[in-house]
């Protein structure tokens, strides 16, 4: 089976950092995403890693190690327009390029 | 960039009746297409993969006869919800593919907020 598990909900402070963990277990891999979703909005493309290591763009940065089938999202100097879900996706390799998403974390930024 | 428009954005329908989404893959091709559906506070799952002139693959414990796939050219995905039930309310997203993309970015739509009476 295939089983992606992340933190339900993370409140940080305005101007913070804060990594948003995630863990996978899947029949294969062939990438981890990470997408934000606003309340009520499609989700949008955040990052992709497919090797291990750091991938860094902005003020979002996002690492991967494949052998501890680990992830984490880091956002740095948080901003109001930040509060929103995070999801962890995966992509199990197992033909038709599906990708199959956790169940997101809620992330709250205040003041 | 990629953009994928979905159509209705919101759709209220009498219990019994069927419901016909659209998907558009405006800017680019896409041979393959996603529908997922999301109940409030919870993550997107999977219902099927959407295989341009060929079956769509669903889901384990998603009914193909009920939750109706076509994909009939490479800029367009149609999801029709058959005799839909109340339990079937629910935002249904589409996601689609560009085609030769190396890396499996999904392009979203802006998804269908169902809601059935």
């Known amino acids: 089976g295939q089983n992606i598990d992340q933190p339900t909900e993370m409140t940080a402070t305005e101007g913070a950092i804060v990594q948003i963990n995630c863990t996978y277990q899947t029949s294969g891999f062939n990438g981890l995403f990470w997408y934000q979703q606003h309340a009520g909005e499609a989700p949008t493309f955040l990052s992709y890693?497919?090797?291990?290591g750091l991938e860094e763009k902005g003020r979002f940065s996002s690492f991967l190690s494949r052998s501890k089938g680990y992830s984490y999202l880091l956002l740095k100097e948080l901003q109001m327009k930040d509060s929103a879900s995070y999801l962890c996706?995966?992509?199990?390799?197992?033909?038709?390029?599906?990708?199959?998403f956790g169940a997101g974390t809620r992330l709250f930024v205040k003041a | 960039g990629a953009v994928v428009s979905q159509h209705p954005s919101w759709v209220i329908c009498k219990s019994g009746t069927s419901v016909k989404i659209e998907c558009r893959s405006l800017?680019?091709?896409?041979?393959?297409m996603f529908w997922y559906r999301q109940f409030p506070k919870q993550s997107l799952m999977l219902m099927a993969t959407s295989n341009e002139g060929s079956k769509a693959t669903y889901e384990q414990g998603v009914e193909k006869d009920k939750f109706l796939i076509n994909h009939a050219s490479l800029t367009l995905s149609t999801l029709t919800v058959t005799s839909a039930h109340p339990e079937d309310s629910s935002f249904y997203i589409c996601?689609?593919?560009?085609?030769?993309?190396?890396?499996?970015?999904?392009?979203f739509g802006a998804g269908s907020r169902l809601t059935v009476l």
């Open positions: 996601s689609a593919r560009r085609q030769g993309s190396g890396a499996n970015v999904l392009t």
């Open positions: 890693n497919v090797l291990d």
């Open positions: 800017d680019f091709q896409a041979t393959t």
């Open positions: 996706a995966v992509n199990p390799n197992t033909g038709g390029f599906k990708t199959i």
